[in-house]
């Protein structure tokens, strides 16, 4: 008995919380429906209300406000919105933080992590994984010209949560895998790994 209902767990919590999820998301983005006239609403012309709508009106904005922005006039439109919101204060120092995250992770330059390490903590006899963030020249100028990198140790199973800390290069370990590997080890609390090391468990449970 305990056999089948772990097997149906295994079915069923994932696609439960798939959908969680999914209805969180999709009703979040509905909200945007909110700011179409009341005449042009879909659920005054259609008179019912269909989820997912938002969803499709907000990919509509996105879009067409990436390709206005693509062409001349959209830059300076947008240049003259940049520097509006830079000179409000208290408005400024949200903005600019929000703005230099978002430039780092959504740009096509951009380099958010760059690879993924492993560091000592939190203790001297253990290692996390941690992401490379940067090669900060100047704190590795004021620590007694030791060469340090900045990295980002994630919290498990959230790791848009975590600690960044500055860590002799010399004492961190570099891993062969990708980023995106590394995202999934730390969301499964390390249930699921790297293609390699699956077929090694699996190997050892067949021996």
């Known amino acids: ?106 740009s096509e330059s951009g380099n958010a992590f760059r690879k993924v390490l492993l560091v000592r903590y939190p203790h001297p006899d253990a290692w996390s994984l941690a992401f490379l963030t940067s090669v900060p020249g100047e704190v590795t100028r004021k620590l007694n010209g030791d060469e340090y990198v900045g990295v980002f140790v994630p919290t498990t199973p959230s790791p848009v949560n975590g600690f960044y800390f500055y860590v002799k290069k010399s004492e961190t370990i570099e891993l062969d895998i990708s980023v995106d590997a590394a995202f999934k080890a730390i969301v499964s609390m390390g249930v699921v790994t790297t293609p390699e090391n699956a077929a090694q468990l699996a190997a050892e449970a067949n021996k």
């Open 1 to 106: 008995m305990k056999k089948y209902l772990l097997t149906g767990m295994l079915v069923w919590v994932p696609l439960g919380i798939t959908l969680w999820v999914l209805n969180l998301i999709i009703g979040m983005l509905d909200l945007t429906l909110s700011l179409l006239p009341a005449q042009v609403h879909p659920d005054e012309l259609l008179g019912v209300h269909i989820p997912g709508l938002g969803v499709i009106l907000t990919a509509v904005v996105v879009l067409t406000t990436g390709l206005l922005v693509r062409n001349v006039f959209g830059q300076r439109l947008l240049a003259y919105w940049d520097g509006m919101l830079r000179r409000i204060p208290f408005v400024n120092a949200i903005y600019n933080s929000v703005k230099q995250v978002s430039d780092t992770l959504l």
